[in-house]
Every structure is written in C-alpha cells, then in structure tokens.
C-alpha cells in the first residue's frame, strides 16, 4: 500500500510541506522526511540526522548511544565534531571506562576496556584473555602493589629483555602494546608513584 505525495510515494508533510514524502509523528514538526535520494530525520522542528546521496551519515544535533550491540561503516569516514578527512575524526575529547579487576586478581580480560586498576599484596603473573585479533590493541594497568612479587607472561617483551623493577608500597603504570592477537606484547612502565 502506498499514499501518494505530488507524485511521491510517501505518508503525510512534515512542517506543512508535502513537496517530499514523509513519515510524521504525533507531532507536525517531528518525522522522516525523503528527498532526492536522501533522508533525514526530524524531532521538533530540527534536523537530527541525514543520510545523503553518496550513503553519507550526518548527525546534526544529538547524541548518539549504542547501548548493546555492533555500529559498522563499512566504507567512508566518521567525523565527530568535525567534516572527516581520516577515518575517525574527532574535534573533542574522549572518555573510557576503567575496569577495577579487584584485589589480588592477575587476569585481564581485554574485551572489557583499555584501561585497568588492580591491588596486590601477592605473588601472581598476569595472563591476558579475549584480545582483539588482527588489529592493534592497547591497555594501561595502573597497580597499586603493597606487597608480593608481580610477574608476566613470557609473551611481555620489555626493553633490555628484562621486566622493571618496583618498590612495594608504590603505585606502577604500565603500558601494552599488541598487533597479533597478544602472542607478543610490548611493554613500557613508569614505576614507583608515591600512592
């Protein structure tokens, strides 16, 4: 079934004009309207999000959220804040989330985050899961170490081929790097903060 808009297939006008097809919500000012193969969405009377001609995503005002599940650009470049000239482009800051592994605990499950906190007073080696494979990842580990000997994996290579050494009752950072699944990581640290 089909309504008919000044030749257009489409249901309703939006803003009192019907020169597009358009879907409307209870609200005049609020729908979806179709150009010349565009689309754009509208929420009281201003232009949300639009879709051009060449597959191009613009959103205008607003946030977007993606609470579970992938979002895919399979060709093209992503701007935020900003027209794109690189693949991912922000004009802004970035935020993300810290994954406490809690006390004690010496496994890192990499699909959680990039950035992790743990407190020690044992002897453990740390063990890496769920790495991303066949892209490049990164993680920072920031340890609170009060006591023990902490340890890593052979797969860890440090500069001079030998891990730091750290002073109990400090706090280290570490930083490290993988482009083939975790099978070998680099590894950087700044120890010793006073906590």
């Known amino acids: 079934m089909s309504i008919s ?8 006008g939006i ?10 919500g209870a609200d005049a000012d609020t729908g979806i309207v179709f150009g010349a193969d565009t689309a754009s969405i509208s929420t009281a009377g201003t232009e949300r999000v639009s879709v051009d001609a060449s597959g191009n995503l613009q959103v205008a005002t607003g946030d977007i959220e993606i609470a579970t599940g992938n979002m895919e650009v399979a060709t093209g470049k992503v701007g935020i804040g900003a027209t794109p000239v690189t693949d991912l482009d922000l004009n802004g800051n970035y935020a993300s989330n810290v994954v406490a592994l809690g006390s ?5 499950d990499c699909s959680q985050g990039n950035y992790f906190t ?7 080696n740390f063990s890496f899961s769920n790495v991303p494979s066949s892209r490049s990842y990164s993680l920072t580990l920031e340890i609170t170490h009060s006591s023990g000997t902490i340890g890593w ?12 050494s750290l002073t109990q009752s ?21 120890v010793d903060y006073d906590n």
């Open 15 to 24: 803003n009192g004009t019907a020169a597009s097809p358009a879907l409307q």
């Open 5 to 12: 808009i000044n030749g257009a297939t489409g249901i309703s």
């Open 104 to 108: 004690n605990v010496f496994s890192v």
């Open 170 to 190: 400090k706090t280290h950072i570490f930083c490290l790097v993988t482009d083939d699944g975790g099978t070998r990581w680099r590894g950087a640290a700044i």
């Open 153 to 164: 994996p052979a797969a860890v290579k440090w500069p001079g081929g030998t891990a730091p």
């Open 118 to 124: 743990q407190s020690t007073s044992s002897s453990n």
